[in-house]
């Protein structure tokens, strides 16, 4: 294996800008770095221009993650955690926000705790997928898939609240 080179920026952004660098828990720490980013970009964005967002930053991950992957001679390296990005991202599509941040930071707590387990367990199809589906567009589609799975449960929460 060969290790990532931070000071190339396509390398940089795939690790979540050094966050999944953390020798333990790295795709949690690189979804922890993508909490902030989104706090102050992407809050309360429109629905299509988030959706956008989340297309291009899928995309980009594709290309991103399969530079970095080959460039490292690993397929999905723990490190390369664009892909946690973007699944937490769409599970932050339509947060419950109240402007009360006692309760917005429950939701957002709540919505990374969802994430994380939908991606760390993997139901199918998202495990079927880790394993069927190589390249970035297989280290991107089962992250989109748990994203997908929190949103679904995040939006079922909230509506029965």
Not at 23 to 32: E, I, R, S
Not at 111 to 137: M, Y
Request: proline share 6%; net charge negative; glycine share 12%.
């Amino acid at each position: 294996m060969t290790p990532p080179d931070m000071k190339n920026p396509i390398h940089l952004l795939a690790f979540g800008l050094g966050s999944g660098l953390a020798k333990k828990a790295p795709g949690t720490w690189g979804t922890l770095a993508a909490l902030p980013v989104w706090w102050f970009l992407l809050q309360g964005v429109p629905t299509l221009p988030y959706i956008g967002v989340l297309l291009a930053g899928f995309a980009f991950g594709v290309v991103i993650c399969e530079i970095t992957s080959r460039d490292m001679g690993v397929h999905d390296f723990g490190g390369i955690v664009w892909d946690e990005w973007i699944g937490v991202w769409i599970t932050l599509l339509w947060l419950p926000m109240s402007g009360n941040l006692d309760t917005d930071l429950l939701w957002l707590a709540y919505a990374f705790a969802l994430f994380r387990f939908f991606d760390i367990i993997k139901p199918w199809p998202i495990k079927w997928l880790d394993a069927k589906v190589h390249g970035g567009f297989g280290i991107m589609i089962d992250d989109v898939i748990a994203g997908i799975f929190g949103l679904v449960v995040v939006q079922l929460t909230a509506a029965l609240l």
